[in-house]
């Protein structure tokens, strides 16, 4: 288990290394955050959001940093790139990870499949079976047929 200073050093690094590698950002000096503020929450819930989602720290700034325009930045900051605080904000982060499935750890095979159904209920019968047949609810066989075994008696009822 990580601490939060751990965590929030974690973003930081992720931002200037995903700067350096895509927008060829040289010098970047980002400062840890007062444990007290807004700012060092912020970056504690990305880290924490990027576990949840199933993706690295890096991958989730990099899609976060993909939503900012160049142009705007230019204009807004002065620079092809927002400031940490921007990046790491629970706005940005939410616009990032708003098409994002969550990961699941089932403790039983049943809370799984239930999850997914949850998921695809509203879909029409074609495009589930769509979902689940290009790799929605992996790639196990038997949790496919449980899956839409399971919304076909939702649907029935």
Not at 33 to 59: I, R
Not at 63 to 92: A, G, M
Request: some cysteine; proline content about 4%.
């Amino acid at each position: 288990m990580l601490s939060d200073h751990e965590k929030v050093t974690s973003v930081l690094w992720a931002y200037r290394r995903v700067l350096m590698e895509t927008k060829r950002a040289r010098f970047i000096a980002v400062k840890v955050p007062p444990t007290q503020s807004k700012h060092f929450q912020n970056c504690v819930q990305f880290f924490d959001s990027a576990e949840e989602f199933g993706v690295s720290v890096p991958v989730l700034m990099k899609i976060v940093l993909d939503n900012f325009s160049p142009w705007w930045c230019q204009k807004v900051f002065k620079r092809t790139y927002p400031t940490v605080t921007l990046s790491v904000s629970e706005k940005s982060r939410n616009r990032a990870l708003k098409n994002f499935p969550k990961t699941f750890i089932a403790s039983k095979p049943d809370e799984l499949t239930d999850f997914y159904v949850e998921q695809l209920r509203g879909y029409g019968e074609a495009i589930v079976v769509g979902l689940v047949a290009n790799g929605m609810c992996g790639e196990d066989d038997g949790v496919k047929e449980m899956v839409l075994s399971k919304l076909r008696e939702v649907r029935v009822k």
